[in-house]
């Protein structure tokens, strides 16, 4: 079955720069595109950008462009979201999900979500 | 920027249908998805395309729309019903993804 496994919680003081990393499998990694979402505490779900797995191209939120980064590894089936100039504001859970077969724009299956605490 | 507007709560008792709203005036030219998130959980989508169900997701829930509203419906809801509602959507040039604000629905 699909499945998304992403890297491990993360501790980062401001200004410093954060990589959470999502490996795919259970299918064509290079089919179907990546989204990042993130959930600050008692927060809404925001969606920060996704990435075509298969040629590369992004779409990155607007609140976010210029900070954000989303890369891929098509050899290791795995999508990269980096983040930098932390703020204690973006402390979050990072959640990556792929694009829905069935209507390209909506998210599923997601990873497990990664912690990211920005802390001084 | 482009948003979507839910009801920040909705109580229902057990056995009972919820309907839970979301708004957005792009939303008559984009597609609506619904997403539940239990606490401490990854969402999960329980309708797609308006009012499409993805396997596995159990017949209570279904989707309609109408203009700019968008309505998640859950009949007969159950004590494993209970917890956040998110719809999903596209800004009018379908470039951006947004969410709404979350609704949170209580089993009584």
């Known amino acids: 079955q699909v499945q998304l496994v992403q890297s491990g919680a993360e501790v980062k003081k401001p200004g410093a720069s954060v990589k959470v990393s999502c490996r795919a499998s259970g299918y064509t990694f290079t089919t179907y595109g990546m989204h990042w979402v993130r959930q600050a505490p008692g927060q809404r779900l925001e969606w920060m950008g996704w990435?075509?797995?298969?040629?590369?191209?992004?779409e990155y939120s607007q609140k976010l462009q210029g900070r954000v980064t989303i890369t891929r590894d098509t050899s290791a089936s795995t999508a990269y979201m980096e983040l930098s100039s932390l703020r204690f504001e973006d402390t979050a859970v990072y959640y990556c999900?792929?694009?829905?077969?069935?209507?390209?724009?909506?998210?599923?299956?997601w990873g497990q979500g990664t912690l990211v605490t920005v802390s001084s | 920027s482009y948003e979507l507007t839910q009801p920040p709560s909705v109580s229902v008792s057990p056995g009972q249908t919820a309907r839970i709203t979301c708004s957005g005036d792009?939303?008559?030219?984009?597609?609506a998805y619904w997403y539940q998130q239990k606490p401490g959980q990854a969402p999960v989508m329980v309708i797609y395309k308006d009012s499409e169900r993805p396997s596995g997701i159990p017949e209570r829930f279904s989707g309609s729309s109408s203009g700019t509203t968008v309505t998640l419906t859950i009949s007969g809801v159950q004590a494993e019903d209970e917890a956040d509602y998110y719809c999903q959507s596209a800004d009018s040039s379908g470039t951006y993804v947004v969410f709404g604000g979350g609704t949170k629905l209580t089993v009584l």
């Open positions: 792009a939303l008559p030219k984009q597609y």
């Open positions: 990435i075509n797995a298969g040629n590369g191209n992004t």
């Open positions: 999900a792929r694009d829905f077969p069935y209507s390209t724009g909506s998210l599923d299956p």
